[in-house]
């Protein structure tokens, strides 16, 4: 396993973090009021608060097959971002560049949290934890582990082990987070040394960097993120900028938006890594907060989602990777047949799960975010906050029923319907399928990303 602190300083980061746990000790269960704007940084358990009473608890009524047709699940195939991980690189250093700024330049503030930010806080973080998994993201993934194995007892128990697949992107936080899964599924046999197994697979997991199509046509086109370079220079933006250098007492030209973000990120990173409440989350109210998450969205938006049609044709090799898995699993089978895979868990990123849920034509709003219409959109459904968390999760559950087998999806634990089949939770596979006939009869991996040269234009169906 790898060491979550470099040896050595662990003792360092222990006292740190007692300093930072005496400076908010004053109310206990203390989460900023801004928690549940972080976008990707967001935790789990803002999206399911009860789960800070009981990480183990489950709703069993989320599962909605039709009650007459006597359902019962056959397989679950789980797409599973990683947990909660330290800041990448880029990151760390934009925090080390803020810290530095307010420490040698900021004049400003009598409130206690200025102070605290000024004299008690310490930039514990170093570039060598680049993204990876922390403590509370194993916990994210063997809790995530532990409630879908009481959801669906048959399909995710010990005895079943073997026969899972797991899968995983090869990046270190997706590792450890795969297997910190198979801790929770094996924790619940009680005992012995936790057994692990998964297969690397870039392709399925991070078909985003290999379709030339996306890298070229968004990845480095310099046009294709331009609503988010507007915004971010944007009147919005300018006021939560000269707001938080105000409070500082910085000269405002001094805070770039990108440091008013590591601010932002700072209050995030504390909070999911450390369950704490930093002083740095006091520079914004809950409209600056707003503000920042609507920058998040629109980058994610125009980098891997509805923006360009390409980002969600990326992901098809996943696309038809579950789909081969499902038709599997409904088959009908004589009783001399082997049981079919109970579970396939398929552990990747934001990058992974967006393309996806964009594909499958989820989350997408009448009128796309724009630089220009923040005051207009605060009603969308694409709010990355509440869609890829830590440990966020796509779940299709595919049941026998007497009518045939039904499929239902679930975003992060929760029953969301097929666009096109709204009527229903959980409709029949066989429309399921229908429904996507297109994709299934198309959606060449090869064909959408080498195909044409420059990949395609912005989405202009929007
Ligand atoms: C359980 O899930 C159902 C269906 O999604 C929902 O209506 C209900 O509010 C949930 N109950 C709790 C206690 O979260
Ligand atoms: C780059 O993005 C812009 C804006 O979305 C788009 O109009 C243009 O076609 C893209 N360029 C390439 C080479 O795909």
């Known amino acids: ?219 480095r086109n310099r046009t294709a993120l331009q609503e988010v370079e507007k915004f971010k220079h944007g009147e919005e933006m300018d006021a939560v900028r000269r707001k938080m250098a105000a409070r500082l007492g910085l000269p405002h030209h001094r805070l770039t938006p990108d440091l008013v973000e590591a601010a932002f990120f700072l209050c995030s990173y504390e909070l999911a890594i450390k369950s704490l409440h930093s002083p740095w989350c006091f520079l914004f109210d809950e409209s600056d907060a707003k503000v920042l998450e609507y920058k998040s969205d629109l980058k994610q938006y125009w980098k891997r989602s509805h923006g360009h049609v390409i980002s969600g044709l990326s992901s098809c090799p996943l696309f038809h990777h579950v789909f081969r898995t499902l038709d599997k699993a409904g088959r009908p089978r004589r009783s001399t047949d082997a049981a079919p895979e109970p579970a396939s868990i398929l552990v990747g990123h934001a990058e992974t799960l967006l393309p996806l849920l964009s594909l499958l034509g989820l989350y997408k709003d009448q009128t796309p975010p724009t630089a220009s219409n923040y005051r207009t959109q605060h009603g969308r459904t694409f709010r990355t906050s509440l869609i890829v968390p830590y440990a966020a999760n796509l779940l299709f559950v595919l049941y026998d029923c007497q009518r045939g087998p039904r499929l239902q999806l679930l975003v992060n634990e929760s029953p969301v319907r097929f666009p096109g089949l709204e009527g229903e939770d959980a409709p029949l596979y066989r429309d399921v399928r229908a429904t996507y006939r297109h994709l299934l009869d198309g959606c060449d991996f090869h064909r959408e990303c080498e195909g044409r040269a420059g990949g395609r234009g912005p989405n202009t169906e929007l």
């Open 1 to 219: 396993m790898f060491p979550v602190f470099p040896p050595g300083r662990s003792l360092l980061v222990a006292a740190l973090s007692l300093v930072l746990t005496r400076l908010s000790c004053s109310s206990v269960p203390d989460v900023p009021h801004i928690a549940t704007y972080f976008g990707t940084k967001t935790r789990y358990e803002e999206v399911n608060p009860h789960l800070l009473r009981d990480p183990l608890s489950v709703n069993r009524t989320v599962l909605k097959p039709p009650p007459a047709e006597r359902c019962s699940p056959v397989h679950l195939t789980a797409v599973i971002r990683h947990g909660s991980r330290y800041p990448t690189v880029k990151n760390i250093r934009r925090i080390q560049k803020l810290s530095e700024l307010v420490r040698t330049e900021a004049s400003g503030g009598s409130e206690t949290w200025i102070q605290d930010i000024r004299n008690r806080w310490d930039m514990w973080y170093t570039e060598d934890m680049d993204g990876q998994l922390v403590m509370k993201g194993r916990d994210d993934l063997r809790q995530l582990a532990g409630r879908l194995s009481s959801l669906f007892p048959a399909l995710l128990s010990e005895e079943n082990l073997r026969r899972i697949s797991f899968r995983s992107s090869s990046k270190h936080r997706c590792v450890s987070s795969v297997e910190a899964f198979q801790e929770g599924l094996q924790e619940l046999g009680g005992g012995s040394e936790p057994q692990y197994r998964h297969q690397l697979d870039d392709e399925l997991m991070r078909f985003f960097e290999r379709c030339r199509g996306y890298v070229e046509g968004v990845e």
